[in-house]
């Protein structure tokens, strides 16, 4: 029997732990209360390849295309990004504050990092996702949901809600029925 996955130290043990430098601590009084969904893909619309992990540790080649150059010096970071073969990689523990959401506002609460957990999946806005990803996101959320239980499915959002105007990921591909009808569902 595989070991089910679990959340042990605000890690997820089923995850390949791929540490990031970009994070910070939540600000106090700060409560894990918000999950957004991002979308982000290294060449665009090109999957596969660790160029992604690379981006989010500071150590994107910026010879190997001409994206690369504009974006190298960025710093950002989600928890975690979900493959397209639906592997998990974590980059910055839960309790950590990661940056991944930008300017962005939910409900009147600005600042959206300070109390979010960002979840990559690897994709663009016009591409369907993988089933594999749908699989482990569904997974993933259920356990996050009942560790930091302030998370709800009305507190599950894309960037584009939270950042409108400015942001367009996990994009109208994302099947946000069939996500919310797993979490909620059997
Ligand atoms: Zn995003």
Known sequence: ???????ENHLLTSA???????????????NISLLVIHNISLPPRQFGGEYIESFFQ??????DHPYFAEIADLQVSAHLLIKRSGEVVQFVSFDQRAWH?????????????DFSIGIELEGCDDLPYTSDQ??????????????YPLI?????????????????????????????DCLTGE
């Open 134 to 147: 749908y699989t482990t996101l569904i997974q993933v959320t259920r356990l996050l949901m009942q560790r």
């Open 16 to 30: 390949k732990w791929c540490p990031s430098p970009n994070y910070n601590h939540r600000p106090s009084g700060a």
């Open 101 to 113: 959401a930008g300017v962005s506002s939910f409900e009147s609460e600005t600042n959206c990092n």
């Open 1 to 7: 029997m595989p070991v089910q996955p679990s959340i």
């Open 58 to 63: 500071n150590r994107l080649p910026r010879e």
């Open 152 to 180: 709800t499915p009305t507190r599950i959002v894309g960037h584009d809600q939270i950042a409108p105007g400015r942001k367009t990921d996990p994009g109208a591909t994302f099947d946000w029925k069939h996500y919310l």
